[in-house]
């Protein structure tokens, strides 16, 4: 977790104050190696944000949403209940739960939630693919085999962000020459 809060701007943006709301409340350990990295009125920021009423929609919504685990006490081999519950807060907050958590994690049990996250896309994929219609799913078929027969046409730039919610959370911080980034951006 640390890696998100090195090269901050001056001011947190809302992605790093609900990342650090969320090790507040379920990982004290990471919270408490984040704060020698921010400043003096960045803590401030955030202890003000923990107090506002967006904060605590955030918690409600968490609780309603997620269910509760003690992370102090899971099993090295996680059971497939287990499991399930770690990739709801994998996928949860566009990961800013995940963001907030995965460190009290082995690689191990890391490396198993991300395999079932895996799984369930897949099944996902399957189901979409089961409930097509006969025509749809040619289309689909001939889509694909055309992706397979085409390797070398350029399909865009993939897994690239393409806005600055996206940089931040591939990079976990924005780059310091932001209006070059733009202006690459839009093709100036």
Known sequence: MKYLFTDLEENLDGYDLEVLLHAYDLNPVGYEEVVPLITKEQKEQFEQFEKTDEASNIRALRAKKLPVIDFDTLPENLDSDMLDKLVLYSNYSNGRVWDAVSGLLT???????????HTNMDKKEEERIAAMSDEERQ??????????????????????????????????????DLENWKNEKKGK
Do not use: S
């Open 107 to 117: 690689d191990w049990q890391e490396g198993h939630v991300i395999g079932r996250r």
């Open 139 to 176: 289309r689909y078929i001939d889509a694909e085999k055309y992706r397979e027969n085409n390797p070398t046409e350029f399909y865009g730039n993939m897994f690239e962000p393409e806005n600055l919610v996206e940089l931040k959370n591939k990079y976990g911080h924005l780059p310091k």
